[in-house]
């Protein structure tokens, strides 16, 4: 059996479900019938990537097993994880760089058969007698969205162009550093992101320190929120000046800070979005559908605006 | 003249390692090693050269200097280190900068296993592992956001699926060998 080549798992991890449903909804309705219909479907016995502010920051064999486990999943599929999430992506692609060590796979396959799991990677094709196995291709949903759908066909489903949108682009650090994992993007100079939101119509702006933290990683956000809170604060004031209508990013960690964090010190805040969201509005969708409310700053004036009012 | 003081959030003055007097006493000679078990790369060949502190966001507004902290690692100087609260946002800026090819947030982590091995734990690291070890998930299910999620037509999430229990068994063995729940203090939350 060898893998089918863009066939894909939802990862969609832990914020995004139990905190930005409007996520979880425009991902689904941009990959589904309605968007790009691509080959994707769920998987429900996935679990925490595991987060590796938390666990990896703590006992790196625990997170590898928890991360192996989720890797098993996919690879018994034959499908390759799509993430919506920074964090999702590092942690897992970073696992599946630790398995490459044989030593290391032996090791954690003897705790998984405790749970009757084994990962032994995906088989590709036989040379001879000897099966030829790549480890579970863990893809970000930017990455999928860019290299594999490709903005022509973003641009061509772009029902309503969002013109005069001015958005200001935020990668996350996760998207591009270490820059051995984050490799489908420019670390020093990425544009995935950009080049969507160009596709949908909108503008994106160029601003001060665009690849700087957000601030909430590593634990920063759970043990120092005021240290994470001023981090949030020096990128909003270089975003507004820009004059940004909207945040967008591809990891919903960054979003829960920027969208908590703003509450902190702005009485009104610049909305903040997941990429899926604003190209989800760009093909159509009703905004009703994309969870506003459960967002902190508040998406009216965004909204206000793409009306044309 | 004396210079201007510089504060930083939540009241902390910046101290410069310098002016505080180290005695042999203070030093542990090994810390080097043990960060190389626990998967930080050799904290010796660190040429103290700050391109790490330059870069990082978190220097700019604490006393947290990347630099200071390789050096204590190389003295052994465990004392200074771990009273630095936890704050690396691990955005690896220090390991794109460092001409030494040493990966400073990785040896924060690493520090960060041996702080927790010396019983030093977060508490936010106590919840995660809790709600991971409940709900499969190391965020807590919401009901506001269940309501939600029901109003948007989006399936309950995994944690209330009925079959989800096996999976929560599963991460609860998983955890219990890595001998993690000790670790952390979360054994009763296992039942294996």
Known sequence: MTIASNSYLYFFGCVIPNRYPGIEYAVRWVTGKDGFDLDVKDHREFSCCPVPGIFYSTDKDTWLLLA???????????RQIMTVCNGCLASLSKATEYLQDPKMMGKVNRTLAQIGKKYTGIPVRTEGKRRVVEPVKVRHYVDVMTRDVGLDAIKEKTKHPLKNIR???????????????????????????????????????????????????GGVRSHVVDLA????????????????????TGCPFCLLQFDNAQMSFMKEGIPVMHVSQLQALAMGIDPISLGFDTHHVSAHSFLRKLRGH | MKEAEKVFIGGLKEELIEDKVIDESQLEPGLAEE????????????????NCTGVCPISLKIDYKTRNIIKCCQFGLKKYIFGTRWVCATCYRCYEHCPADLNPAEVMIALRHIAVREGIIPPFV????????RYGQSVRPDEEIDKIRKELGLAVVHTHDEGFKSVIREIQV??????YDKLIGIQEEIKV
Do not use: W
Request: glycine residues 8%.
């Open chain 1, 68 to 78: 192996s486990r989720n890797l098993v999943l996919a690879q018994d599929e034959r």
């Open chain 1, 167 to 217: 958005v200001a682009v935020h990668y996350g650090c996760h998207y591009l550093r270490p820059t051995e994992h984050a490799a489908f993007d420019d670390p020093n100079d990425p544009v995935m992101i950009d080049k969507i939101v160009e596709a949908c119509g909108a503008t994106s702006v160029d601003y001060d320190d665009r690849l700087d933290c957000c601030g909430a990683g």
């Open chain 1, 229 to 248: 809170n001023a981090l949030t604060q020096d990128k909003c004031i270089k975003i507004s000046a820009a004059g940004a209508d909207c945040i967008v």
């Open chain 2, 35 to 50: 960060i190389i078990k626990f998967g930080g790369k050799d904290v010796m060949t660190c040429l103290q050269c700050g």
């Open chain 2, 126 to 133: 106590k919840t995660a592992a809790t709600n991971l070890v």
């Open chain 2, 174 to 179: 998983l955890v219990h060998a890595s001998k």
